[in-house]
Every structure is written in structure tokens, then in C-alpha cells.
């Protein structure tokens, strides 16, 4: 993919998530494990008074939760409609957020000084090329402290088969899902048209791709836990039974083979 290609697809991103703004506020609401799942293991890292920034990180659901903590909190987000919510949510909220509209992989050109810890959960599920995923990645350990911690999300390979099984079966049988299902099928990742441009990594792929920049890793986990293609049913559960499912995920979210059971994965890498 070339320079023009790769910028008309992020556009094509942007456009998507402006357009979708609601529905990804609400997505945690929805998805009420990946949420829980997700502030656990953000809690174990960050501290109150830590400097944060969250890159792709939407509506500002994460972003407002650790402001929320007593972090210091920079958003950055493609979305400038989401930019906005951020924004508007914030002041609700009688919070403190620096929210900036911007590209994920010039972070370290967007931002200024070092933070403690960088959130990168959102840019790696729409980066087609691997080139572009580096140069995020890269931008981002710019501005992180030595020893702080870089928490990179990606969606999992197996997301639409989780998908298609818990509540559309029958695209299985839509002739523009084939290329995902050979891919699926191959053992590799997806890159191309889903919900919106969007990669979709094999997990066994995350290890060897994180492996290459300066990080040491803390964590590789199953947002979801053994959830994931039964949110739509545990959604109406009881406080009590949540709570139960939510504990049981925890303890197997690290789990190899857990991995395959989620549609978003997580890597909490230390910087060294």
C-alpha cells in the first residue's frame, strides 16, 4: 500500500468513527467484560499523578475512567467528533483532559514530554500496513518514560468468528467476508474492509511483532476472557453472576490458550 493508499484509508477510518461516535461510547456499556477485564490490569500499572496519554483512545471512555483516578490524562484520537465527546464528557464530569485530534503514528510530534504510561488501544486495529503499525508504536515509546509501560490492543483473527457464531450465523454465507475466512482458515492475519478498514492479527503473531522494540513484557491477555461470544446473553445477567463470570476471566485471561477465545487482545509491555 502506498503513502496515498494508506492516508485514504485512515481517512476512510476517520470518517467511520465520526460517524459512530454513540455507538462507541456505549460500546463499553455493551461489552461490559473487555471494559472490566481492561481497567484491572490498567489499574495494576497506574498510579494517582501519573502522566497518561491514550492514543486512539475514542469517546475517551478509559481516558476519563484513569482522570477519574487521579491520573493526568492527554487524549489523542483521529476523531475529531470523538475528540469532542471527549471533551464534552470531561466537563461533565468536573475532570481534567487534554483532548488533541491527531494521527497515532506521529504521537511524539502531537504531544509534549514524557509520560509514565502510553495507552495504545484503537490505532493497531486499523493500520493495514505493518510499516505503519511500527511507526505507532515507535512514535509512542518516543514519549514514554524508561520503565513506564506501553498497553498496545489489538483485534483478534478470530473477533468475526466470535462474532458470526453469537449473533449473525448466517454471514458466514456473505461473499464479503471469504477473504477474512481464508485468512482465518490460512493461520494469518487480516488486512482489509470489515466493520471499517481493520487488521486482525493472528495471536501468535503479537509476541514476535512487540518483540522488536525495546520493551519488556508484563502481560499478554484476553480482554474478554472466555466471555467474548457470550456477552450478548451475560449482558442481562444479574450484578452477582457478572461478578462471578468477570472474577473467572481474570483468573484465565492470561491463559495461551484463552487467546483464541477473545475478539481483543491486549500487550502491556515495560520500556527498557
Known amino acids: 500500500m502506498d503513502c496515498t493508499s494508506a492516508n485514504q484509508s485512515i481517512e476512510t477510518v476517520r470518517s467511520f468513527y465520526n460517524g459512530y461516535v454513540q455507538q462507541e461510547w456505549t460500546r463499553m456499556d455493551r461489552n461490559f467484560f473487555e471494559f472490566e477485564v481492561t481497567k484491572a490490569y490498567l489499574a495494576r500499572f497506574i498510579k494517582p499523578g501519573d502522566r497518561v496519554l491514550d492514543v486512539g483512545g475514542g469517546p475517551g471512555r478509559y481516558s476519563l475512567w484513569l482522570a477519574e483516578q487521579g491520573a493526568d490524562v492527554t487524549l489523542l484520537e483521529l476523531s475529531d467528533a470523538n475528540v469532542a465527546m471527549a471533551r464534552e464528557q470531561a466537563a461533565l464530569r468536573g475532570l481534567h483532559l487534554d483532548a488533541i485530534q491527531g494521527d497515532a503514528r506521529f504521537a511524539n510530534t502531537l504531544t509534549e514530554g514524557a509520560f509514565d504510561h502510553i495507552l495504545l488501544m484503537g490505532p493497531l486495529y486499523h493500520l493495514l500496513e505493518e510499516s505503519d503499525r511500527v511507526m505507532a508504536v515507535e512514535a509512542c515509546l518516543r514519549r514514554l518514560k524508561t520503565g513506564g509501560c506501553l498497553f498496545a490492543a489489538f483485534i483478534s483473527n478470530y473477533a468475526n468468528l466470535v462474532y458470526l457464531l453469537s449473533r449473525e450465523p448466517e454471514g458466514i454465507l456473505n461473499p464479503a467476508g471469504q477473504p477474512w475466512l481464508r485468512t482465518l482458515q490460512e493461520g494469518v492475519s487480516y488486512a482489509g474492509p470489515a466493520f471499517t478498514d481493520a487488521f486482525f492479527i493472528q495471536p501468535g503473531e503479537i509476541e514476535p511483532f512487540m518483540s522488536r522494540f525495546p520493551l519488556k ?56
Open 217 to 272: 513484557k508484563r502481560s499478554l491477555f484476553s480482554c474478554e476472557g472466555p466471555t467474548a461470544a457470550f456477552q450478548p446473553t451475560l449482558s442481562e445477567a444479574s450484578d452477582e453472576l457478572k461478578s462471578a463470570w468477570l472474577q473467572l476471566s481474570l483468573a484465565l485471561c492470561e491463559r495461551e490458550e484463552m487467546l483464541s477465545w477473545a475478539e481483543h487482545l491486549m500487550y502491556i509491555g515495560e520500556k527498557i
